[in-house]
Every structure is written in structure tokens, then in C-alpha cells.
């Protein structure tokens, strides 16, 4: 949580510009006159952007703007989506079995808008024959053609061959779903 503005006998400026409980501003005033305004009203005087010229304070109830504080907090924090790099990994010579139920696992988290890290594990003497790892990588980019980005192109970690994938954004898709439909109309 973050650090509490000052209120009331807090407040180090001698000047500041006032808002009243209402929502209207009262106008710049000296320190004491402004406390003397929110004692009147029975509210604090709060802080609320201490680095303009004069700092602003507004007059209200402290637990409401703590309140409130919190609440944009928690709404910042929902509105923030967490993606996650899911892994997949594959053998360089990969039976077609086991490469579709691999790649109906990408599928799914693609669709849940995860990111995922392609991983072709190389073992012992299939270290000689990395082409078939960048061929299976392009092999998953093709089954994939247009609906992904690549945010990290295929490379070697040790004996691994990774490479990360992303779901193209909604708009994104909708953008090339367009472009497709007035191609297809032209012709």
C-alpha cells in the first residue's frame, strides 16, 4: 500500500490551493486559514498533490479517502492481466501422435492468452542434427500461420532449442480478418 498524504497538522506548506467537501475550489489560502475552513466543516485537510504550485488539499473525511484510495488500488490491480510463459516441449524426431497432442496443448493456452516457450530437447547424438529442431519450429509457426506472434525467434539454450510464442491481440486479429474479406471481395 502506498505512503498516507499528509493531513491536517502534517502539512509543511504555507499556501495552498483548497477544495472544498463539495467538489469546488475554494481558492488559495494560507495554512492556517484552510485548517481553520476544514474545522468548520468538521472534515480534515488532505494533502492530495503536495508537488503543484501551490499544493493542492482538499477538505474531506480521512476513512473516505482512504476508502477510495483503496478502491482505485483494487481496480488498478484487477484491471492488470497476468500472462504466464507455459512450456512445451518436443523431441526432434517427434512421432506425429505425440506432435498433435502437443500442439492441442499449445492450443489451449493460447486460447486462455497465455505465452508459450516452444522447447525442442536435443539427448546424446541428436546434438548433430539441430536442422530437424528449426525445421519442427517452423513446422509449429505454420499450424499456427496468423494466429500467433514470435517474441523470441528459435535459438540455442545448451541442448535446448527455444522459442516463445504469443496469441495476436483481438484487435489484431480482427485487422487481418478484415484485410482477408475485402482481398477475397476484390477478386
Known sequence: MRRLPPINQQIRARELRVIGPDGKQIGVLKLNEALAEAQKSGLDLIETAPKANPPVARIMDFGKFKYEQEKREREQKRKTKTTDVKEVRFSPFIAEGDYNTRIERVKEFLAEGHKVRIVV??????MGSKSFGYEL???VL?????KVTVDMEPKFLGRHLAMVISPLSVAKQRELERKDTHAEGKN
Not at 142 to 146: D, I, L, N, P, V
Request: with cysteine.
Open 121 to 126: 530437447v536435443f539427448k546424446g547424438r541428436q
Open 142 to 146: 505454420a499450424t499456427f500461420e496468423g
Open 137 to 139: 519450429c517452423s513446422k
